[in-house]
């Protein structure tokens, strides 16, 4: 199964959208950051993946992923959402562990 490609429209909503040539030239000319924040020294991006990653065929696309550059020590933390609301929520929730991480092994340190 080939996952579906998406854009967003003027709204920012994402849409389905058949025409790969389109398609890749809206992912060449579009920022697709969702947001970004940059803490302790890591950075936390979520972006819009313009690609379907729900590959089980149920439930809704999942169009946003969120990742920390460099890996925690901890780990690496990666999540994927279905909306851009969620997104957004999940990107806070993630920079707050990082956080929290990060102050612990400080803490510890000293």
């Known amino acids: 199964m080939i996952p579906s490609r998406f854009i967003l429209n003027a709204a920012g909503k994402p ?13 060449e000319k579009n920022d697709r950051q969702t ?3 940059n803490t302790f020294g890591y950075r936390i991006s979520t972006v819009f993946l313009g690609l379907d990653h729900n590959f089980t065929g149920e439930g809704l696309p999942v169009l946003w992923e969120t990742m920390v550059f460099p890996d ?3 780990g690496e933390i990666q999540k994927r959402y ?7 929520a999940g990107h806070e929730k993630i920079v707050e562990k990082v956080r929290k991480a990060l ?4 803490a510890r340190r000293d």
């Open 35 to 37: 947001a970004e924040t």
């Open 72 to 74: 925690l020590p901890s």
């Open 15 to 27: 849409v389905v959208c058949h025409n790969l040539r389109k398609w890749g030239e809206w992912v």
């Open 82 to 88: 279905s909306s851009r609301e969620d997104a957004l």
């Open 103 to 106: 102050r612990r092994k400080r």
